[in-house]
Every structure is written in C-alpha cells, then in structure tokens.
C-alpha cells in the first residue's frame, strides 16, 4: 500500500466519522486529542506518564495533518498551512493544558519520614475520641 494510498484511506475513514457522528472536524480533533490522552495516561500510570501522553497525542496531531496535506497534495487541493496548525492546535490544546497541570492531579506518597515514629493505633484512636 502506498502512502497516498493511505492518506486517502484517511481521509475517507475521517469524513464517515464526521458524517456518522455529526460533529465538526475541529471537533473531532478535539475530542480525539482528549481520548488518546486520557488513553495513554490509563495505560501508563508510571513516572512520566502525563508526558508520554502528551507526546503520543503530539504525534497523532502531526501525523494526522501530514496524511491530510498528502492527500490535498495527491487531488492538487492543497490548504494554506494556518488551516493545518489549527488543526494541530485544536488537537493538543487540552492535552497540553492537562499535561501542566497533571502534577497537582496526581497523588503525592507520603514518605515514611513524614509520619510521626512514636504514635501506634491506640494514640490515634485517644486523639479521635478526644477530638
């Protein structure tokens, strides 16, 4: 298969996505930058993970416009690059926002140098009762 065979494989399986769900192309961008971060982000709960997230929807933004600008090329009905960088930036603006503010998402594990040595569960249980 060749890639402008690919690239007007997309292209189709895009338009009857828009067709079938009745939303806007910039739209779907947004909706498709969210689910494969929040995807990504499931699958890769490590260190790290909000980034490689963001990376992987990057990618999907970029390739995506690149097979689109195949495709123009191939039928001679090129777009003015400001269309493409619209798209790319309805894909990964949500991803992005979530990417820098993921580190007051997740959850911080307390060390056990925070915890106090000399209090045993009967010490906390006093301290409830006398509250």
């Known amino acids: 298969m060749?890639?402008?065979e690919i690239a007007s494989l997309f292209e189709e399986r895009k338009l009857s996505i828009i067709e079938a769900s009745?939303?806007?192309?910039?739209?779907?961008?947004?909706?498709?930058?969210?689910?494969?971060?929040l995807a990504v982000r499931l699958l890769w709960r490590w260190q790290r993970g909000w980034i490689v997230a963001w990376l992987a929807v990057v990618a999907?933004?970029?390739?995506?416009?690149?097979?689109d600008m195949t495709?123009?090329?191939s039928r001679s009905t090129i777009?003015?690059?400001?269309?493409?960088?619209?798209?790319?930036?309805?894909?990964?603006f949500w991803p992005t926002v979530l990417l820098l503010v993921g580190r007051w998402l997740q959850p911080t594990a307390k060390s056990p140098a925070d915890a106090p040595?000399?209090?045993?569960?009967?010490?906390?249980?006093?301290?409830?009762e006398q509250a």
């Open 2 to 4: 060749t890639l402008i």
């Open 22 to 37: 009745g939303l806007g192309k910039d739209a779907l961008h947004i909706y498709f930058g969210l689910a494969l971060f």
């Open 60 to 67: 999907m933004a970029c390739g995506g416009e690149w097979l």
């Open 71 to 73: 495709a123009e090329h």
């Open 79 to 92: 777009q003015p690059d400001a269309a493409h960088w619209h798209d790319i930036w309805n894909t990964i």
């Open 117 to 128: 040595d000399d209090m045993s569960g009967e010490d906390a249980e006093r301290r409830l």
